[in-house]
C-alpha cells in the first residue's frame, strides 16, 4: 500500500496563479482532510470530508477550494494564491469511526508563493 | 470542538521514561483522546488513542484520568529517535474531525 501520496512535493507559484495541490490514498478512506503548518506552528484544518461528495470547512477554510469526487482522491484548489498561503499542506485520511480511528498523513506539500 | 492543553515543550534523558501530559477538561462523553507526533520534516503520525480505560500499544502507554479531564503519554524508554512535537488531540464522535493544538516538543538528552 502507498498510503496517502501528495504530489507536488515541491512547488513555487507567483502571487494570482493558481494550482492544485493532489492528495491521493489507496486505503479506501471515507474521511480525509487538509491541513497547513506555518513555521514554529501546529496544523491548522482547512477543508475536511467525510465521504464521496460531502465536504465541510474547517479552521481556515478561506481561498481554498475543494471537491471529492471519489472516495481516492481530495484535491486541494487555490484560485488565487497569496503570499499568505506560503506553508507545508498536509493531507490525512481515516476510516470514519465515531472518533475512534486512526489517521494516516502524508509526506506534505511545500508552497511558497512570491 | 474540545480544547486541550500541553506544556510547549520539555526534555527527558535518553533511556528515561517519559511522561508528557494533557489537559482536556472541556472533553465530552463520547470524545476519543488521540495522540500524534511530528518528527523533523514529516507528516504527523499516529501514536495511540483511548477513550476511558489506559491503553498499551508497542509504540506507548496512555493513562486517562477516571475523570477523562486529563490524560498522560507514556514513553517507556525514550530514545534520540523519539525526539519531536507530540500532540494531544480530542476527536470527537460526530464530526471525526482532527483539530491540532501546538504540542509539547519533546528534547531528548543523550
Known amino acids: 500500500n502507498a498510503g496517502v501520496t501528495q504530489t507536488p512535493k515541491f512547488q513555487v507559484l507567483k502571487t494570482g496563479q493558481s494550482m492544485t495541490l493532489q492528495c491521493a490514498q489507496d486505503?479506501?478512506?471515507?474521511?480525509m482532510s487538509w491541513y497547513r503548518q506555518d513555521p514554529g506552528m501546529g496544523l491548522r484544518l482547512i477543508h475536511y470530508s467525510v465521504g464521496a461528495g460531502i465536504t465541510d470547512q474547517g479552521e481556515v477554510p478561506n481561498g481554498y477550494n475543494v471537491s471529492r469526487s471519489t472516495t481516492e482522491d481530495f484535491p486541494l484548489r487555490l484560485l488565487s494564491a497569496a503570499p499568505s498561503q506560503t506553508s507545508v499542506y498536509f493531507c490525512?485520511?481515516?476510516?470514519?469511526?465515531?472518533?475512534?480511528?486512526?489517521?494516516?498523513f502524508g509526506q506534505g506539500t511545500r508552497l511558497t508563493v512570491v | 470542538d474540545a480544547k486541550t492543553t500541553q506544556p510547549n515543550s520539555m526534555e527527558s534523558n535518553e533511556e528515561e521514561p517519559v511522561h508528557l501530559p494533557c489537559n482536556h477538561s472541556t472533553i465530552s462523553g463520547t470524545d476519543y483522546i488521540h495522540w500524534y507526533r511530528q518528527l523533523p520534516s514529516q507528516g504527523p503520525e499516529y501514536v495511540i488513542h483511548g477513550l476511558t480505560s489506559n491503553v498499551n500499544n508497542r509504540m506507548a502507554s496512555l493513562a486517562i484520568a477516571e475523570d477523562r479531564k486529563s490524560s498522560t503519554l507514556i514513553l517507556h524508554r525514550a530514545t534520540l529517535r523519539d525526539a519531536a512535537v507530540y500532540y494531544c488531540?480530542?476527536?470527537?464522535?460526530?464530526?471525526?474531525?482532527?483539530?491540532f493544538g501546538k504540542g509539547t516538543r519533546l528534547h531528548i538528552l543523550p
Open positions: 488531540i480530542l476527536r470527537a464522535l460526530v464530526s471525526d474531525k482532527i483539530i
Open positions: 490525512a485520511s481515516s476510516y470514519r469511526g465515531l472518533g475512534n480511528t486512526e489517521a494516516f
Open positions: 486505503m479506501n478512506h471515507e474521511y
